[in-house]
């Protein structure tokens, strides 16, 4: 890999105090500078950093890159490499990373999205969350199914909210009866996003 990607991801691991600001901060400027990368070429760099990297803080810096490039380049190749990685990773935090990052790449309706459906029920709140807003930016009716199912069994209202931001996006009428049911929550943020999200699934049916 290029020495100035392997500088990068040094710099955005920099530890620093905490009362760092921003403007002094190596780390938070080396983020900023990840996210306006945009060669195409860098994809397959980060596959193969990926692949023999063995400490897991660094790989967090790597998934962080590909989820701002594959935005812009390589949506597809950027999302699979991103979910190849999913079962090797363990630690919450780490998967979240991940996750969140996958969440912001365009993924086709072909994309085998199971590595990410198998985390809907991770027992860890921070994994299942950002298992359901990893399934943004699809387009694949499978989504929908597997996020009504997690809808219907879930008491937790975060989840409930967490899966109404991705239905907002990619819901279709067949997911508004159950958030409906969800209009009725004593939870102001688990109504509100109901509403929001039936609102959205109308709007793009009457387009």
Not at 33 to 56: F, V
Request: glycine share 4%; net charge neutral; aromatic share 4%.
């Amino acid at each position: 890999m290029r020495k100035a990607l392997v500088d990068l991801i040094a710099r955005m691991a920099a530890l620093e105090p905490r009362c760092t600001n921003s403007d002094d901060s190596i780390s938070w400027k080396a983020y900023r500078e990840a996210e306006m990368l945009d060669d195409p070429s860098l994809a397959d760099e980060l596959a193969e950093y990926l692949r023999h990297e063995p400490n897991r803080g660094l790989r967090t810096h790597a998934y962080f890159i590909l989820g701002k490039l594959g935005q812009k380049v390589r949506g597809r190749d950027c999302a699979s490499i991103l979910l190849s990685h999913l079962s090797a990773e363990s630690n919450k935090y780490v998967l979240s990373v991940l996750l969140d990052a996958l969440g912001g790449v365009r993924k086709p309706a072909d994309l085998d999205l199971v590595p990410v459906f198998r985390l809907l029920e991770d027992d860890r709140w921070l994994v299942r969350h950002s298992a359901i807003q990893a399934l943004r930016h699809t387009d694949s009716p499978v989504v929908e199914d597997q996020l009504l199912h997690l809808l219907e069994a879930t008491s937790d209202p975060y989840d409930m909210s967490n899966c109404h931001a991705t239905l907002n996006e990619i819901g279709s009428a067949k997911a508004i009866p159950l958030l409906e049911k969800n209009l009725k929550s004593r939870k102001v943020d688990v109504k509100m996003s109901a509403k929001f999200a039936i609102e959205a699934i109308k709007a793009r049916s009457e387009r």
